[in-house]
């Protein structure tokens, strides 16, 4: 019911800058809060942030916070993240999630967008 796409990766110099977009559509109305997840390859996968749309309150893990920013992009409907000064670490597939309460598992996905941060 509820579709997730995210485009916007590829391939950036540690210290340089890139934005991933995730596009919403289908119902949904009954999935206010997106995130976005990484997973580098062998490894589990992990949580850089949220918002919710009603306010637009975000809420990061504190090893992304002050280098990754997650907005609303109102002109175009989707679900931004800003990576400033990304670490080669930070290389992975990087997956846009929705739930639809806070309590809730994420569970509507994207297919990912390969992101790769270069030395």
């Known amino acids: 019911q509820v579709q997730l796409v995210e485009s916007g990766g590829g391939l950036v110099q540690a210290g340089g800058s890139l934005r991933l977009s995730c596009a919403a559509s289908g119902r949904t109305v009954g999935v206010p809060i997106l995130g976005w997840f990484p997973q580098a390859p062998g490894k589990a996968r992990e949580f850089v942030g949220l918002?919710?749309?009603?306010?637009?309150?975000?809420a990061y893990s504190s090893s992304m916070k002050g280098r990754f920013t997650i907005y609303r992009d109102n002109a175009n409907n989707t679900m931004c993240l800003q990576m400033n000064s990304p670490k080669p670490e930070d290389t992975a597939v990087y997956y846009c999630?929705?739930?639809?309460?806070?309590?809730?598992?994420?569970?509507?996905w994207g297919q990912g967008t390969q992101v790769t941060v270069s030395s």
């Open positions: 999630a929705g739930k639809s309460s806070v309590r809730g598992a994420f569970e509507y």
């Open positions: 918002i919710a749309w009603r306010d637009n309150s975000t």
